[in-house]
């Protein structure tokens, strides 16, 4: 099975146009598994459905191209949040058999999918919620035919609600606190002994080192799609992982871009970017809000966190690739040391 990554670009939130006319490249026959990792604008609050109504449209979309089983064969990895210098859009993952290819390199990107059983709301931010993490990420894998070691990198979507039980509030920081640390044992980064309920979002000493977590309120379940660099597998696309200092360390993007091969200029920026065909980057702020030892308004603005980091990244990432479409996320509690992050990039080789 051969993986394509393909980025379109959307007008608003329900624009499926370019999405409709890359899956007409496909037959809808061939593909094994098809993902959606899309950045829509929207304000991210509670009551912003902006995601939702992109969801539901990218969804009737690939229903009209292949039917009910091209989407059971589909994941949706919807984040809100496009401010700064990011342009609203989406990643096409397409996994499909094309006749006669041959592996041309040691190894190539593959793609695994899993989705849990959905969890009740007594379990959501539970040691139940990160073990069921756990699993499912260990179910991406063998879908993808890999072991731990050649995982790249893990897109964790979990359930987030603001009321989960009597006296209970699950926080989407919380939410991702839970999805991390339950990757980070599935990949061997994290000691399930040292996971206890009260290390969520408390002990940030404990976090995995190649997941990316985000959270929602329309989903019930633990949704994961898992890139990886297959030994033997076809194609031509490779992943490369990188770790950021903070929201300013455009040498951590560089080097990244730069061990996938990719050539840096005079500069500072890739020179060879159109071989760069996605960037996905988790950043964060530090617990008292410093960066580089100066105040900042981040946790203290009546603008939240998590629109601060993005608008902030997206000038970095931009200055150094070149381009707007870069798939931004915020918050990166056990996902990175505190006030650090973690980029990747799928490159064509």
């Known amino acids: 099975m051969t993986v394509e990554v393909i980025a379109y670009d959307t007008a608003h939130p329900g624009d499926v146009s370019e999405l409709a006319r890359h899956l007409e490249r496909f037959d809808p026959a061939r593909v094994r598994r098809l993902a959606l990792l899309v950045k829509t604008e929207g304000n991210s609050d509670v009551n912003d459905f902006s995601r939702e109504y992109a969801m539901h449209s990218a969804s ?5 191209r292949g039917g009910q089983r091209l989407i059971e064969r589909s994941t949706f990895l919807f984040s809100t949040g496009c401010e700064g210098a990011m342009t609203p859009f989406g990643y096409l993952f397409v996994d499909f058999d094309e006749p006669g290819a041959k592996p041309s390199r040691p190894s190539a990107l593959a793609i695994g999918c899993a989705r849990s059983r959905s969890l009740t709301a007594e379990e959501i931010g539970t040691l139940a919620h990160a073990d069921l993490t756990a699993d499912t990420v260990n179910k991406a894998m063998a879908d993808a035919g890999v072991r731990a070691a050649d995982v790249g990198l893990v897109i964790v979507k979990t359930p ?8 209970k509030r699950i926080t989407s920081a919380y939410s991702k606190a839970v ?4 990757a980070g044992v599935a990949l061997g980064e994290v000691d399930r002994k040292r996971i206890v309920q009260e290390a969520f ?3 940030h000493s404990l976090h995995a080192r190649r997941a990316m977590v985000f959270s929602g309120s329309e989903l019930d379940c633990v949704e994961i799609m898992l890139l990886a660099n297959r030994p033997g597998a076809p194609g031509n696309l490779s992943i490369q992982v990188g770790y950021l200092r903070d929201v300013l360390d455009a040498k951590g993007l560089r080097d990244m871009y730069s061990a996938a091969g990719c050539r840096i200029d005079a500069d500072g920026q890739v020179a060879d970017a159109a071989r760069v065909v996605a960037t996905m980057i988790k950043a964060g702020a530090a617990p008292d809000g410093k960066l580089r030892g100066r105040r900042t308004t981040m946790k203290t603005s009546h603008i939240d966190m998590d629109k601060h980091v993005r608008a902030a990244m997206s000038g970095i ?9 870069s798939f931004i996320s915020a918050n990166t509690v056990h996902q990175a040391p505190a006030g650090g992050g973690l980029c990747a990039c799928i490159v064509r080789n």
């Open 60 to 64: 009737a979309a690939i229903e009209k």
């Open 160 to 167: 987030v609600m603001s009321h989960a039980g009597p006296g």
């Open 179 to 182: 999805g991390a640390l339950g």
């Open 201 to 203: 979002d408390t002990d």
């Open 317 to 325: 990432v931009g200055s150094v690739l070149g381009d707007t479409r």
